[in-house]
Nanobody, 121 residues
């Protein structure tokens, strides 16, 4: 019902920046999030926002990215972005966007295919 497509991944040196984008096939009227999964590691929630939020003012971030990453949703609510600054090697992972957490588990219903981010020292 909703298709999500990530873009913007790539390879950068530590300290560099990347901006990821998640394009949705229609406006998203639910919460959205960015997840990441590094090789051999569990998938983790990186950042999340409510559908009403178009800035990072009330966004949630995992502790390891606070102050470095910014999640945002555009006014049309069809593009979710993740600005990543001061990248570290431990940020290397496949990053996926997700939409619409479902009750009662809170598991997101829609997922993109993921985009690779590689940070080298």
């Amino acid at each position: 019902q909703v298709e999500l497509m990530e873009s913007g991944g790539g390879s950068v040196q530590a300290g560099g920046s990347l901006k990821l984008a998640c394009a949705a096939s229609r406006s998203i009227l639910c919460g959205m999030a960015w997840y990441r999964q590094a090789p051999g590691k569990e998938r983790e929630l990186v950042a999340s926002i409510a559908s009403e939020i178009t800035s990072d003012g009330t966004a949630h971030y995992t502790d390891s990215v606070k102050g470095r990453f910014t999640i945002s949703l555009n006014n049309a609510k069809d593009t979710l972005s993740l600005q990543m600054n001061s990248l570290k090697t431990e940020d290397t992972a496949v990053y996926s966007c997700a939409a619409c957490p479902a009750a009662p588990t809170g598991v997101y219903k829609y997922w993109g295919q993921g985009t690779q981010v590689t940070v080298s020292s």
